[in-house]
Structure formats: structure tokens, C-alpha cells
């Protein structure tokens, strides 16, 4: 990172970015009753097409018009025991989920936000068939605030725009063509966006945002947690450029690459422009240089070594005066990919171009004779597109429009982010047309007594969760799991109410952990009861190595008071004769250390396998009675 | 000080994009409608409320916004298209919401529906009619005339065929009412309703009317049927027999299922494909000229039996001087009997002063049966008339329409002889399979 810092001018460029990041919270979905958990098994199928419809201002929305001309069919999977008719889009939503709502509400006063009075639930059309409605549930709860980070120097502020509560869209499983599937599933999960002002100068300061966010975000111990449960999207642009934003960066540390990669292909497609600019003078001249007859040339390749291309029918376009451009540099790819981009978002599956063949078992002979037919000169090129006339001819005016675009250097874009932090164009940055009011979920009206209860209870930040745990004797190892762990409210509730702190670090970390994996349903283990059994082990009324077993009856059903009542009936008359032996057995101990001697037979009794559920205070009681008998003796 | 007092305070209407300091934030936006707190639709496209207190700097930046109506475009007919009118009576089929006053506008204009659903120009050359404007629960047997009449303008202007854009929730109503209304109608004329507001991409009312379209566009049928969804899927539409179907969910595309009966034909919107399953040559033609009768008789009443009715229910009808009655039995066709047959002799008590009754079964599926128990014979002994395997809904409205046109005595007689198919002389076994 420092090393291309180094390279690269930042401040000279006048790179601008700006986040907005997505966190899953792990509460009920927003506007559905159903569990919001993920499952691969899955038992029905169900097809729909959906449609553009016009906003309230009467406009149709770009981005919705471009993903309805690839007319595709959408293909919804699920389980039944998972998903209910409104994911199918077949009922209408249920009322907002208030644990979420307070999650966000707390989310936006750690970024000292300003929460609207009035949440309105909106509908943000989405034809890409992410969800069944064909749009997606969102509403705007805060605006404006500041996240701080400490970069090397000092400490800098970040402008928060919006803090945003939607719904995640259904998961996208597979893609063939013209059919894209998705699993339900995911579809309706709240999510928070919390998206920042272009503050952010360098791709170090990016890390560092995206970091503060999530750690601010799982401070209130309600987000889900793994792959996938934190997405993160990046607006780039530096001077001459244009806002580009790229999207789903799942790793913090591949946020810098992605900028620094869209920083490189926006100054290429700057210098791109200047060039294409010394060969056509007006944009007219280039977009008449695009502007040929697209020929049939699948004659040519009825014999080609090339498997994707035989058998199929081939459509060419020729490029006046364009040689050598397509293999133009941008970013890590040429021009012909971002050009590609264009025509795979049209519905095809790429292009071939002139400056990149013979290439791919396309030969030479195969080349000429498309120069020829297409009535190239040497310094014409030619796209070819493997699809049917319709298609082609879609993807043909996509290209076009963006070799046209490309005289004025960068298009402003939505991208996705790809494996090697490079990106690819996906579609038009979206307006605001993709908005309506969601009509069947009335108004949230947020009541001011509601927000400053929630202003007097936000979570403790990690300085101050580090500095208590380590007040109540947590290890090291402890405090660096539990302070932004889910548990890390619960776990000071309890110890508030008088647990054992490291009792109970270990039950919520450790053994819940344990019996998870056990495969024991630990979703059945109510709060309430945790606190009940790690006050009675506080108490001395359970013993703590009996607390994995008594959770495990407690997720059966078994009460608490049944488990600790179930230990009291055992006689005392049959714990005598055990801890009997053991006094027996260290006699010469009793003699040397007398009362002293207490501590190391006590170890002993507790690694009785048959006194396990005896309360220890008990125990201690009986073994100090018998070696007081012993000491007489 | 509330919003009305704070509008005119601060000169601010509707649609005016203001900019105001709120909390230390800038906000921009155009003013919505709202009750208590100042609603904005901002830059962002988002809508949300602000607290008027909190509101300093007010600034307007520009007056009204044009917000409303979607651009239309213009399609010029195809000659070699057949004409399909488009008739409105309300629901959300083709309706979109107002923005500026929540409140639902018809999009009955042709060039409207046309630039919602432009597929719909490939198939047929599209007319339009506005009929009224409204919420299918408040349909009435007025509305149910004026739909007949309108219809019947229409089949003189030699349209192809009709499609009645209805709500849902009474459509069946309204359909098995114009299949009553209309003796030997000569085109095709199909009630679509939606299930999902057409405001939304995912709307059930696209592929139902370009269905309706193709159906009316292509086949020689005559009478009235619905065109619905067949399933959740947006695969292919069931045209069913209005007097035969029923509304059995309250949120799904596939609401509407043929009762006692099979679909009439499946309709695919991909491939165009019409898929029959009844005889296509029973739909094709008519036994008679094209005849309006398209009176009613108000006073007919429906009423459910349950465990917990008494004689005081049925007396009412009495007392109001019901003419007709449609008794949703239990079971193959029971009421009470109660002590001392108190309850049959309320019911005859009924029948006495002039009220013609019928039963049908709360079942919804199967036959009604007046000999199989005693308790039924008692029923059919004093006149109930037992109207074998039609819905309630549609024997209250042919009851209705029967009274409006015909003598007393030519109703006891038609009531349960099939008349516009919503009776069937078997019960077939494909017609209650999940």
C-alpha cells in the first residue's frame, strides 16, 4: 500500500471517494416474520418476468429500462419452511421489525446523525430480478454525522450523507442464458447502508473508514457475522474523471486496491480520450465513424477452429479509422474489455475485436476474409459478436455508444468489483426515478422521547469495553474476543447483575460455542435463563463445570429452577463416604498442613466424576468437617 | 403551530423544492403531502418527514415540479390487427397511484395503457372506454348495468372482442352478473383483474391483459370467461367460466380458481400458444340471437348457516320483505332444525310470505342434495329450492337477476337449471385435485 502511495500524487490527482457500506443485522427480517437464515436445501422453484414501471415524476428509470431489455426470465428458489408468500411477492409485508429499528436508531447517535421525524418506507426499482417485487424496501432514517479514524498524521472526520435501513435482495446462485436463479433465502434481511461523503482522499483513509464503520456497526451486538454479511461499495473520481461506483467489495483490504486499479483505468481512459481526440477532432466524426452496416459473417467461420464461435451465427460491425484503439491500455484490461463490458450488459457474451486476432483458434485467413467483407482498411477495426441477429444488433448500439462516450474521457458508472480488486461495468449509475413510496407499510413516526432513551443506553465503545473488561479480570484473550462480540451487552447485563465475569466470558464465548458445533439448538436457550443459571453458579448453588450440561437440558426444555433443584435431592449421606477415602487417602497431608490442607483435597473432591452436581459450597463444608474429625483424631 | 398554520406561515405549498437548515444539515427536497410533520421527496429520491420545529432558513427554490402522469407514446394502428377495446371500471389493474395526492388515478386512456404495456399494440389495435372509477367492494347492481349497457354499445361497433379491466375482489360477482345480462353473446369479452398493483414491476397485470389480448385476438369464442394467473408462476393464464370461479386467497396472482369445474383454456404468453381444455367448439357458438336483459331485483339477501344462528337472522327477511334468499348450508345442504322444527318453520314462515329460497354449500366444493338425511327432506318438503353445484356467489346473483326478469314462478323453475354454465349435470373428478 505505502509503496504505491508513494507513486502515486493522491492529493495531486484529487482523489475523491466516498463509501457506503452494507452490514447484515442478525434480527428478524425488516418487513417478514420468517427466520432470517440461509439454507442451500431447497424444495420449490417458482419463474416470473418483471417490468419497468414509471416513477411518481413519470419518468422511467435508466437502469431499469437497460436490465428490462435483456428480457430475461427469473427463476426463485426456496424452502418451504424458510419462506412465506411475501418473499414470493404474493401477500403483502408485514410491520417493520423494531429491533432493527432500534439498532439503527442507536447506530446513527454513535455517528452523532441526524434521525428524520417522519421514516417513510420506499420502494427502489431493481429489474435485475435481485427482487421479486421488483424493487427493493428501503428507508432513510439519519442523515449527516461523522465517523473519526486516525490516519498516521491525525485525526481526521468523514462526513456521514445517509444512514439507510433496506432489505438485502435475494442470492444470486447461477446464471445461464437469458434465465438467472436465485435463492430467497437472503431476500428481506435488514441491512444498514451507512454511505459517507466524499471525504476520503487516499485508499489508506478508505481502509480505515470502512473499518471504523463496521467496528461502530457491530458495537451495538446485533450484526450477522461471516462472508457475505458486510458489503461494501466505493464512488471514485479524481480531477478530469467521473464518479464511478464500485460495488460489493467484500474484504477491508481490498478496498485500497479497488482504488488504486480505479484510479489507474479512469487516468488511462483520461489519456484514451486525448488520443482518440488528435484522430477525430468533433464527436461527430467519431460517432460517424461508428456508424457502419453490420454484416453477417458466420459464412466465414463455418469451418473455424474456434469451438464458441462454430456452428453459430456471427455479426460484424466495422470501426472506421479505429485500428489499434480497442488495445489501448485501461486499468489492467484494453478498451475492448470495458467495451465488452457494454455488450455482455446488453445480453451477450462478449466480443472479439480486430486488434486482439488471430486469437483464440480464429485464424488468420478468417481475419482477412472479415476484412474484406466488413470493407476494412488498414486503419479501420471491426467487432465481432457470436449471438443472434436481435442480440447482436442490441450489443452493437451499446458498443457504439460507448466508443462515443469515450471522447469525453470518463463515463460515470456503476461497476462491480472483481476477484483481483479489478472491476467491470454492470450498468448506469441510477436516479432518483428509481424511487416510489412503498404504499402498504404506514409511516414510522419517530417519537424524541424514543431517541434520547436510546441516546442513554448506546453501547460502550471498545476503549471503554477494553478498560471494564479488563477491571473484572477478563484475560487478555477474553477481552479481545468479547469486545465486539454479539454477547459483549449481554455479558455486561449479567455481570451487572452479579455473575462471575470469567464464568461468564466462558459460557457465552466458549461453551455456547462448543455446543453449537455440538449440533445442541442453542437458539432455544433463552437469555433469561442463561442469567439464571450464572447467577445460581455465582451463588455457589451450581457448579461451574456443570454448566455446559445444565445449558444443554435448558435447550429441552428443562427449567433452570428444576436443574438446580434436581442437584439438592442427593443425599449427603452418600457424598460422606467419597470424600471419606479422599481424607483417608491424605492423612499425612492433614497432619503437616492441618486446615491448609483444605485447597489441594478440595481439587481432588471437585475431579469426582459422581460429586459433579453437588454445589460446591457443600462440598466444602462436608471435607472441611471431615478433616477437622481427622485433625481431632 | 401545525403544518396547515406552518405552510401558510413560511408561503409553502405542495411541489415547491425547498432548502432548509435542519439539526446543522442541509435539506433539499420538493414538498409531499403530509398531516403533521413537513414531508420532503429529496435529491437522494428518498421521501421523509421533518420535524416542524427543527425547520430554520426556509429557502424555496423553485415552484411547482410537475410530478404525476407518465410520458406516453404514440403507437399508430396496424390494419391488419384486429380491434380489442379495453373497458375501465377501477381496481388496480389500470390504475396508477397520484403521488402529489395518494390518492388512484385510471390510466384508461389508450395511449396510456399502450405505454404501459406497448406488447399489447403487436397483438391487437387497442380501444379504450371508461366505464367508472371504482373500488371493486363497492360494486352494485347498478354497476352491473351500466357494464352491460356499455358492453352492448360495444358489441354493435363490431369490436373483435372486450376486455373489462375489474377489481378483484368482486369480479366474480361482476362477471357471472354480465354472463346473466347478455343471452348469446356474440364475441369474447374477458374480465382481468390484478393481484399486485400494476405501480410495481412484478405486477400480475402485464401478462393477464396481453393473455385477455391474445385470447380475444385469436379465438372465435363467444360469451363471457376471466383471465387470470394459472399459478404463482408468470407462465400461462387460465380463462375460466365466470359463473364457475371463485376469489380463494386473498394476496395471490393465482387467486381465482374454477369451482366444480375445470378452466376453460390455459393461454401462454411466451409462445402464444392457447391450450384447451373444454371443448373449444362449445365456446364457439350461440343458440339464438343477442339479447340485454339487464334488470335486477335488489331485495335478494345471501345467509350462512352455523351453530350459532338463530330464527331471529332469518325472520329479518321476513320482516323486510325479502323476495330472495340464498341459504349457504352446511354440508350437502343443511340448516338447523332445532326444537319442535322451530327453525324449518321460520324458513317456511319465509318461503309463505313470497321470499323465494334457495340453498347452496358452504363446502364451495360439490353438490348440494335435498333427499339424502331427513332433515333435508324436511328442508326441500317446504319449498327450499336446492341449486345442485352452483356457487353461492353466483346463485345470489342469478336469484337477483332471475327476480328482475322473470315471474315468480319461472324463477323457482330456472334457479337450478343451468342456464350460463354454472350448473353441471355430473361432478366431474378433475375438478378437486390439489
Redesign the interface.
Known amino acids: 500500500m505505502k509503496k504505491t502511495e508513494e507513486k502515486m500524487d493522491y492529493s495531486k490527482l484529487g482523489l475523491k471517494c466516498g463509501l457506503e457500506v452494507h452490514q447484515q443485522l442478525d434480527t428478524d427480517k425488516l418487513f417478514i416474520r420468517t427466520p432470517s437464515t440461509l439454507t442451500d436445501e431447497i424444495n420449490f422453484t417458482?419463474?416470473?418476468?418483471?417490468?419497468?414501471?414509471?416513477s411518481?415524476?413519470?419518468?422511467?428509470d435508466k437502469t431499469?429500462l437497460e436490465e428490462f431489455k435483456r428480457g430475461e426470465?427469473f427463476f426463485y428458489s426456496g424452502n418451504s419452511a424458510n419462506i412465506s408468500?411475501v418473499e414470493?411477492?404474493?401477500?403483502?409485508p408485514q410491520p417493520l421489525d423494531r429491533e432493527a429499528l432500534k439498532t439503527i436508531l442507536e447506530v446513527s447517535a454513535l455517528c452523532n446523525s441526524?434521525t428524520?421525524?417522519?421514516?417513510?418506507p420506499?420502494?427502489?426499482?431493481i429489474?435485475d430480478g435481485s427482487n421479486?417485487?421488483?424493487?427493493q424496501r428501503?428507508c432513510?432514517v439519519s442523515?449527516?454525522g461523522e465517523i473519526k479514524i486516525n490516519t498516521q498524521k491525525n485525526e481526521k472526520k468523514i462526513r456521514v450523507q445517509?444512514i439507510?435501513l433496506e432489505e438485502d435482495s435475494a442470492r444470486p446462485i447461477k446464471k445461464e442464458e437469458g434465465k438467472i436463479f436465485y435463492n430467497l433465502d437472503r431476500l428481506g434481511i435488514p441491512l444498514i447502508e451507512l454511505a459517507t461523503e466524499p471525504d476520503i482522499t487516499t485508499p489508506q483513509e478508505a481502509i480505515l473508514t470502512a473499518k471504523k464503520i463496521g467496528e461502530i456497526m457491530r458495537l451495538t451486538c446485533k450484526t450477522k457475522r461471516g462472508k457475505g454479511t458486510i458489503r461494501q461499495d466505493i464512488n471514485i473520481s479524481i480531477n478530469e474523471g467521473a464518479r464511478c461506483e464500485i460495488k460489493g467489495c467484500q474484504e477491508l483490504e481490498m478496498i485500497g486496491t479497488v482504488i488504486e486499479k480505479e484510479v489507474e483505468r479512469q487516468l488511462d481512459l483520461i489519456k484514451l480520450a486525448k488520443e482518440i481526440k488528435t484522430k477525430f477532432v468533433e464527436k461527430e466524426e467519431l460517432k460517424k465513424a461508428t456508424n457502419n452496416e453490420i454484416k453477417n459473417v458466420t459464412k466465414i467461420f463455418q469451418n473455424t477452429e474456434a469451438k464458441f464461435i462454430k456452428g453459430k451465427e456471427v455479426y460484424g460491425l466495422k470501426l472506421s479509422k479505429m485500428k489499434g484503439l480497442l488495445g489501448q491500455k485501461v486499468g489492467a484490461k484494453r478498451f475492448g474489455s470495458e467495451l465488452s463490458a457494454y455488450a455482455k450488459a446488453s445480453g451477450v457474451s462478449g466480443i472479439l475485436h480486430k486488434d486482439e486476432l488471430p486469437n483464440y483458434g480464429i485464424s488468420e485467413k478468417e481475419v482477412k476474409e472479415t476484412t474484406n467483407i466488413l470493407e476494412c482498411k488498414e486503419e479501420d477495426n471491426f467487432v465481432l459478436i457470436v449471438t443472434n441477429e436481435e442480440k447482436a444488433k442490441k450489443a452493437f448500439d451499446a458498443i457504439k455508444n460507448r466508443i462515443i462516450l469515450a471522447y469525453d474521457g470518463v463515463v460515470k458508472e456503476t461497476r462491480g468489483a472483481l476477484e483481483d480488486a479489478s472491476s467491470e461495468y454492470q450498468r448506469p449509475i441510477s436516479?432518483?426515478?428509481?424511487?416510489?413510496?412503498e404504499?402498504d407499510i404506514p409511516?414510522e413516526?419517530i417519537d424524541e422521547k424514543y431517541l434520547e432513551q436510546i441516546k442513554q443506553n448506546l453501547p460502550k465503545s471498545v476503549k471503554e469495553r477494553e478498560e471494564l473488561y479488563k477491571k473484572l479480570g477478563l484475560s487478555t484473550n477474553h477481552i479481545e474476543e468479547m469486545k465486539l462480540n454479539n454477547y459483549a451487552r449481554f455479558f455486561e447485563e449479567l455481570v451487572k447483575k452479579g455473575t462471575n465475569p470469567t464464568v461468564t466470558a466462558t459460557t457465552l464465548l466458549q461453551t455456547l460455542t462448543e455446543l453449537k458445533r455440538e449440533n445442541i439448538d442453542i437458539e432455544k436457550i433463552q437469555k433469561k435463563e442463561i442469567e439464571k443459571l450464572l447467577i445460581a453458579e455465582a451463588k455457589n448453588k451450581i457448579n461451574k463445570s456443570l454448566i455446559k450440561k445444565s445449558l444443554i437440558e435448558i435447550s429441552t426444555g428443562k427449567s433452570v429452577e428444576k436443574i438446580l433443584s434436581s442437584q439438592k435431592t442427593i443425599n449427603t449421606k452418600e457424598i460422606e463416604p467419597i470424600i471419606e477415602k479422599i481424607v483417608s487417602k491424605n492423612e499425612t497431608l492433614i497432619k503437616t498442613r492441618g486446615l491448609g490442607a483444605i485447597g489441594p483435597l478440595m481439587s481432588d473432591v471437585l475431579k469426582e466424576k459422581t460429586l459433579n452436581t453437588i454445589d460446591k459450597k457443600t462440598l466444602s463444608e462436608i471435607l472441611t468437617k471431615q478433616i477437622k474429625e481427622k485433625m481431632k483424631k | 403551530m401545525d403544518l396547515k398554520e406552518f405552510l401558510k406561515t413560511n408561503k409553502l405549498k405542495e411541489g415547491q423544492t425547498i432548502t432548509f437548515d435542519y439539526c446543522g444539515n442541509s435539506i433539499e427536497g420538493i414538498i409531499i403531502p403530509s398531516k403533521t410533520d413537513l414531508n420532503l421527496k429529496l435529491n437522494s429520491g428518498y421521501n421523509a418527514g421533518f420535524k416542524l420545529n427543527k425547520i430554520k432558513n426556509i429557502k424555496i427554490m423553485s415552484e411547482n415540479k410537475n410530478v404525476g402522469k407518465a410520458k406516453t407514446i404514440q403507437i399508430t394502428k396496424n390494419p391488419k390487427l384486429p380491434t380489442v377495446t379495453i373497458l375501465h371500471t377501477g381496481g388496480t389493474i389500470a390504475s396508477r397511484i397520484d403521488y402529489t395526492t395518494g390518492g388512484v388515478y385510471a390510466n384508461f386512456d389508450t395511449q396510456d395503457i399502450l405505454t404501459m404495456f406497448p406488447e399489447l399494440a403487436k397483438i391487437a389495435n387497442i380501444e379504450s372506454v371508461f366505464v367508472s372509477n371504482m373500488m371493486s367492494e363497492d360494486m352494485s347492481i347498478d354497476d352491473f348495468k351500466k357494464i352491460a349497457i356499455v358492453v352492448s354499445e360495444q358489441i354493435k361497433k363490431e369490436t373483435k372482442g372486450i376486455i373489462i379491466g375489474h377489481g378483484t375482489d368482486t369480479l366474480g360477482y361482476s362477471a357471472a352478473a354480465l354472463s346473466f345480462q347478455l343471452e348469446n353473446c356474440p364475441i369474447p369479452i374477458l374480465f382481468v383483474g390484478s393481484q399486485r398493483s400494476s405501480d410495481r414491476g412484478s405486477s400480475d397485470a402485464g401478462m393477464n391483459l396481453i393473455c385477455a389480448t391474445e385470447f380475444v385476438s385469436k379465438t372465435n369464442f363467444k360469451g363471457i370467461a376471466v383471465c387470470m394467473h394459472n399459478s404463482t408462476n408468470d407462465d400461462d393464464c387460465a380463462i375460466l367460466i365466470p359463473t364457475k370461479v371463485k376469489k380463494m386467497h386473498t394476496s395471490r396472482r393465482d387467486a381465482f380458481k374454477p369451482i366444480n369445474e375445470t378452466p376453460i383454456a390455459l393461454v401462454n404468453p411466451k409462445t402464444k400458444e392457447i391450450k384447451w381444455i373444454k371443448e373449444k367448439k362449445e365456446f364457439e357458438k350461440t343458440s339464438g340471437e343477442f339479447k340485454l336483459l339487464n334488470k335486477f331485483e335488489k331485495k335478494v339477501g345471501l345467509i350462512k348457516m352455523h351453530p350459532l344462528i338463530t330464527e331471529k337472522e332469518i325472520e329479518f327477511y321476513k320482516k323486510e320483505k325479502y323476495l330472495g334468499l340464498i341459504i349457504e348450508g352446511t354440508g350437502l345442504g343443511h340448516t338447523p332444525i332445532r326444537e319442535n322444527d322451530s327453525f324449518i318453520k321460520t324458513i317456511k314462515e319465509l318461503i309463505d310470505s313470497g321470499c323465494v329460497v334457495g340453498m347452496t354449500s358452504q363446502c364451495i366444493n360439490g353438490r348440494v342434495h335435498p333427499n339424502v338425511y331427513t332433515n333435508l327432506r324436511k328442508l326441500s318438503s317446504i319449498g327450499v329450492i336446492y341449486c345442485e353445484d352452483m356457487l353461492s356467489e353466483t346463485a345470489l346473483i342469478k336469484l337477483s337477476w332471475l327476480l328482475g326478469n322473470y315471474s315468480k314462478n319461472e324463477t323457482k323453475e330456472m334457479l337450478s337449471k343451468n342456464l350460463r354454465g354454472e350448473i353441471t349435470n355430473f361432478t366431474k373428478i378433475n375438478t378437486f385435485e390439489y
Do not use: C, H, N, Q
Not at chain 1, 46 to 54: G, H, M, Q
Not at chain 1, 56 to 60: A, L, P, V
Not at chain 1, 88 to 92: F, H, N, R, S, T
Not at chain 1, 431 to 437: A, D, L, Q, S
Open positions: 417458482i419463474e416470473r418476468k418483471l417490468r419497468p414501471v414509471a411518481e415524476m413519470g419518468e422511467y431499469a426470465t408468500l414470493l411477492d404474493e401477500e403483502p441526524t428524520v421525524s417522519t421514516i417513510i420506499m420502494r427502489k426499482t429489474l421479486t417485487s421488483a424493487f428501503t432513510l442523515i449527516g445517509t439507510v436516479g432518483e426515478t428509481r424511487m416510489y413510496p404504499t409511516y413516526k
